[in-house]
């Protein structure tokens, strides 16, 4: 089969704070290196990347996340076995029950703005997700760019966080549900005592150099470590969620959305259970935060 080349790979960035769409490409056909290169690049310079009307199956979703890293295994399902059968890169987001069981996760509330398993030591850099289902409204994907949240924070915030380190609360889900390992820290206020990873508050991107604010989630115990109250935390998160920071994608079926962990957050609106809504998503293994 021959692969696509380079001069097929249309790099249009968004009139947004962030992202560009990639078009002329079918990602279920081969790249040659060039062309996957140009989306890698493509993918740092604009740090979300919208891929629409490609229809893919399990394994050409895998092949072409490949091109992002080596891919990570899914967290496994409540029964503790893959989403796909006979595919263990994939997780299924989805609020569809066959059977009285979930075969995906995050149901259809909201996920509040994280990046993804941020409370893991080395938390996974790329995350595609590619949609199979959509509701006929809701349901839509927010990016936002924290590249601009660090570098217009007012010199104030900038300076007392220099060197500082957040705790990332492992205790619940962007969905907040509780993590079963973590139910007998519910309710933990004191973040020294919080499970979870403890990440630089500003991180560099090793491939673009450029400095980030690295929350996280915003939930349970995470906070600054050593602030005695919230404030300083409240005041990163305003910062990021009131300014003009972020872009969010209404889904068609055969879209696929990719996001860089380390630069950005992301949020899911809820949608109406009545509607079914599935998608795929891979995740490149992570690697830890690198202090600024
Ligand atoms: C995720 C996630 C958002 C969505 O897969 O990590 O947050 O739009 N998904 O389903
Ligand atoms: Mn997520």
Redesign the pocket.
């Known amino acids: 089969m021959q692969s696509q080349s380079v001069d097929a790979v249309e790099v249009c960035p968004l009139d947004a704070p962030l992202g560009a769409e990639i078009r002329g490409v079918d990602l279920s056909k081969p790249l040659d290196a060039a062309a996957q290169a140009a989306i890698v690049q493509a993918w740092h310079d604009n740090l979300g990347l919208l891929i629409r009307n490609q229809t893919l199956t399990d394994t050409q979703l895998i092949a072409f996340s490949k091109i992002f890293g080596e891919l990570e295994m899914a967290p496994p399902n409540k029964s503790g076995s893959h989403w796909i059968e006979g595919y263990p890169e994939l ?1 299924c ?1 989805s609020n569809i029950t066959k059977d009285g069981q979930a075969i995906g ?2 149901g259809n509330g909201e ?1 509040i703005w ?1 990046t ?1 398993m941020s409370f893991m030591e080395e938390p996974p850099t790329a ?1 595609l ?1 590619y949609s199979l289902e959509v509701p006929s409204s809701g ?3 927010h990016l936002l760019n924290m590249y601009k949240a660090y570098e217009t924070l007012p010199d104030d915030l900038k300076k007392r966080i220099e060197g500082r380190v957040a705790v990332h609360d492992a205790t619940y889900t ?1 969905a907040g549900e509780v993590r079963k390992k973590f139910a007998d820290f519910v309710g933990t206020t004191d973040p020294e005592k919080a499970p979870g990873a403890r990440h630089p508050l500003v991180r560099v991107h090793p491939a673009t150099g450029r400095k980030a604010l690295y929350l996280g989630r915003r939930s349970g115990a995470s906070n600054v470590l050593g602030e005695a109250d919230t404030a300083l935390w409240d005041a990163l998160w305003a910062h990021c969620t009131e300014g003009d920071l972020a872009w969010g994608h209404d ?1 068609a079926v055969g879209d696929l ?1 990719i996001w860089d962990n380390r630069c950005l957050m ?4 809820s949608f109406d259970n009545g509607e079914r ?1 599935m ?1 795929h ?1 891979t ?1 490149t293994k992570g690697e830890a935060p690198i202090a600024a």
């Not at 992301?266 to 609106?269: K, T």
């Open positions: 997780a987001i996760s995050l996920a994280h993804d995350s997700l349901g839509g994907t962007s889904w959305l992301h949020y899911r609106e809504r998608m998503r995740q």
